[in-house]
């Protein structure tokens, strides 16, 4: 997979960053990892990360489905982390509002699930009681 990617950029939008689309936040620099090259005036760039954990991207056979879509409503949102607008990473505990960019979920301690590619705030990154699952295993003291 590549660190970046190429996007079609929407006329219709009056949204027209430098950088990465997406996150212009973050611990680290977005025009440090994208291309160096002039960019087309059709398109756009974003970083891998911030565009495969958005809300409604999907990746089938090497190709993102839902990225417009993503990329609309992140022009409407603002990050709870760091106040500024392009989140794409909702919760996914049913009824919280916390939204984040990838890179400020991160930095906020989200919990990121690799094999769903959901987030969880870091008030729902635990079970219902908030506090870390005990372990199953009885400890060496209780066994013998």
Known sequence: MRACHRLQFDRKSNYRP???????????????????????????WVHEGCIIWASGVY???GRLYGVQEALDGAR???????KAMGSTLG???KG??????????????CALNEDNFS?????HKFPQNNRPVKP???AQSEIG
């Open 59 to 61: 990746l089938v056979n």
């Open 136 to 138: 199953v295993c009885p």
């Open 96 to 109: 919280c509002t916390l939204r984040y960019h990838y890179l400020c979920a991160t930095e906020a301690g």
């Open 76 to 82: 409407e949102t603002c990050c709870s982390h760091c």
């Open 91 to 93: 919760c996914y505990s």
């Open 18 to 44: 430098i950088g990465c689309y997406i996150n212009r936040q973050g611990s680290f620099s977005p025009l440090s990892l994208l291309p160096q090259v002039p960019l087309d005036p059709d398109e756009l």
């Open 119 to 123: 987030l969880r705030c870091p008030k």
